[in-house]
């Protein structure tokens, strides 16, 4: 208990001293009240630490005009430009397509929008830009300089140039978005639009004259949403996927099935979703809804890989076919697929013709994660089979076998394989061609596998549904952050954040996202540290407003500040 007398000592010796410099402002106290008193500044550091507030104002304040990612290389011209966005225009100068001429109608709106709020930000920060009398910038050249191709690929060109500059020379064309692909100038659309700051009269944009030179670290930049533990509608997904081409994303890993539900409305096999999904009608994924995902997607540069967990995960599968799932014998209980069944293959191969047609992409997630073999120990006839073919009761032999059938279907198919790290940590024999992806490990754990030759994802430290961690957190992680010779690390093609969906749904999913999904965003982009420049936390603070602007609901990611909305 501190007494009235220890408080009075240690109140009168801080007014004593308090013209000297901290060093000395124990001095004149006694022992007892200065020790208290350094207990009592240790404990109010604690607490603001805790926090994260420093004091009045801003815990950051945000930067203006500043990119999210990062690009490879930016240069800042020391004069600016003036936008009239009820003026100004995309001229495209080179080849022309149907997703180009939406992209720019798109950022058009966005850049219309941007503009409304000169007034309000100016109201609030001093520092908004003054109407300056600035060459104004009626137009951008945009440069496709080869014909569109029809969607995106895993060997996508995203490189692009923006110049917007007083000045040309034999390297530097001024005022012109150009890049070799459709995806590169999907890219520099979306750098150009960051770069706009709103005048305080609210009806002038400025910019900065500026040169970027700009390509991706990694070529597979993807977010993974899992619509089984909830459902989300297309609506929903559409503004998760609005969020990632901000970020410069270029994969949606759709989890679409798991053990909870089953909402993909097969043509060929409609009681998976009758039987399976959490309502037949409302909780469902069309093929017609698939496609506007898709198109969406595609629109801004984004494949859709889907992912069919199988053996395992595969819970609400099996209520509507009959023997695919492994039965215990002793419990009645139903595991993983049961591999020693011929039906089961006939199955999953007319299952898998169709999603290949659906989908598009080359690739296909077949998972393989978590495989709970209990019941395939406690059943007669899969033992039956181990003993027919050798197996010895060793069950890595019996993934090994399915997966083996599974992906020869895959390659009948010519698709690209994509599994969980455990199909290649328990042996399983796999085709060369196949992606392992790392979710429970270090990045260490990729060096057995690129060593082996075989591409890899990394997700371990991007777990959206580890709701402690923040942005920085994320940031730290370098996804090449272990001993290989290059050619191995040539061999990690990128990585994915993934937002599992136990604990969200629509009310709460975008904010789980955003803004710490920008973190791998950026690690995945751009080269260089992994621990933040010192402009990083003002860029996201700008850059999270900027999301909340575009209709995207964005969570704080630096504590205490104001981001005005209309």
Same mark, same amino acid.
């Given at each position: 208990m501190i007494g009235p007398k220890l408080w009075k000592e240690t109140w009168k010796g801080l007014r004593m001293e308090s013209t000297y410099s901290s060093c000395t402002i124990l001095v004149g106290i006694s022992h007892q009240a200065a020790k208290f008193l350094l207990i009592l500044l240790v404990f109010f550091t604690f607490l603001q630490g805790r926090s994260g507030f420093s004091g009045f104002g801003p815990e950051v304040k945000p930067t203006k005009g500043a990119l999210w990612p990062r690009p490879s290389y930016e240069r800042r011209f020391n004069f600016s430009f003036a936008i009239d966005p009820k003026d100004f225009e995309f001229q495209s100068v080179g080849q022309t397509c149907p997703i180009l001429e939406k992209a720019l109608?798109?950022?058009?709106?966005?850049?219309?929008?941007?503009?409304?709020?000169g007034k309000?930000?100016?109201a609030y920060n001093k520092d908004s830009p003054a109407e300056v009398d600035a060459t104004k910038l009626p137009a951008l050249r945009v440069d496709l300089r080869s014909p569109c191709e029809e969607i995106p690929s895993d060997?996508?060109?995203?490189?692009?140039?923006?110049?917007?500059?007083?000045?040309?020379?034999?390297?530097?064309?001024?005022?012109?978005?150009?890049?070799?692909s459709i995806?590169?100038?999907l890219r520099g659309l979306e750098s150009f639009s960051q770069i706009l700051v709103p005048d305080k009269t609210g009806r002038m944009l400025i910019m900065d004259g500026i040169f970027i030179e700009d390509e991706p670290r990694f070529k597979h930049r993807g977010l993974l949403l899992d619509t089984s533990r909830h459902f989300f509608s297309v609506p929903e997904i559409q503004q998760v996927l609005d969020g990632m081409a901000y970020n410069k994303y270029n994969v949606f890993h759709w989890h679409i099935v798991d053990d909870q539900s089953f909402p993909y409305q097969s043509v060929v096999y409609p009681q998976l979703s009758l039987k399976g999904a959490y309502h037949p009608e409302?909780?469902?994924?069309?093929?017609?809804?698939?496609?506007?995902?898709?198109?969406?997607?595609?629109d801004r540069g984004i494949r859709v890989i889907p992912e069919f967990d199988t053996p395992g995960h595969t819970l609400s599968w099996g209520a509507s076919v009959k023997g695919l799932l492994a039965?215990?014998?002793?419990?009645?209980?139903?595991?993983?697929?049961?591999?020693? #069944?011929?039906?089961? %293959?006939? +199955?999953?191969?007319? &299952?898998? *013709?169709?999603?290949?047609?659906?989908? @598009?992409?080359?690739?296909?997630?077949?998972?393989?994660?978590?495989?709970?073999?209990?019941?395939?120990?406690?059943?007669?006839?899969?033992a039956s089979f181990m003993n027919k073919y050798n197996?010895?009761?060793?069950?890595? #032999?019996?993934?090994? %076998?399915? +997966?083996?059938?599974? &992906?020869? *279907?895959?390659?009948?198919?010519?698709? @690209?394989?994509?599994?969980?790290?455990?199909?290649?940590?328990?042996?399983?024999?796999?085709?060369?061609?196949?992606?392992?992806?790392?979710?429970?490990?270090?990045?260490?754990?990729?060096k057995p596998i690129v060593s082996r030759g075989y591409e890899a994802l990394f997700s371990s430290c991007w777990y959206?549904?580890?709701?402690?961690?923040?942005?920085?957190?994320?940031?730290h992680c370098d996804i090449l952050d272990f001993d290989a010779t290059p050619e191995e690390r040539a061999l990690v093609i990128g990585g994915e954040a993934c937002m599992w969906g136990e604990w969200v749904d629509e009310t709460n999913v975008s904010p789980r996202i955003w803004p710490r999904a920008c973190a791998p965003a950026e690690r995945l982009w751009s080269y260089g540290s992994r621990f933040p420049h010192p402009d990083t936390a003002a860029r996201l603070e700008e850059h999270a407003c900027r999301l909340k602007r575009r209709g995207i609901p964005t969570a704080p990611p630096n504590g205490p500040g104001y981001c005005p909305l209309l």
């Open positions: 109608n798109r950022y058009k709106l966005l850049i219309k929008n941007a503009v409304r709020y309000v930000d100016a060997n996508m060109d995203e490189s692009y140039n923006l110049t917007v500059s007083h000045f040309s020379s034999a390297l530097i064309f001024m005022n012109r978005i150009s890049a070799n995806w590169g100038i409302l909780a469902v994924y069309s093929l017609s809804d698939i496609e506007n995902v898709i198109d969406f997607a595609k039965q215990c014998n002793t419990t009645g209980e139903y595991g993983p697929v049961d591999p020693s #069944e011929p039906n089961n %293959y006939v +199955f999953l191969q007319r &299952l898998l *013709i169709e999603i290949a047609s659906v989908f @598009k992409d080359k690739y296909i997630h077949l998972g393989g994660d978590e495989v709970e073999i209990k019941c395939w120990e406690d059943n007669p006839k899969i197996m010895s009761r060793n069950f890595t #032999e019996l993934e090994t %076998y399915y +997966f083996t059938r599974l &992906l020869n *279907i895959t390659n009948l198919l010519n698709l @690209k394989p994509v599994v969980w790290q455990e199909v290649f940590d328990f042996g399983v024999e796999l085709d060369p061609k196949t992606i392992i992806h790392v979710w429970k490990s270090e990045p260490e754990a990729m959206l549904d580890h709701l402690s961690e923040t942005w920085r957190s994320y940031y």
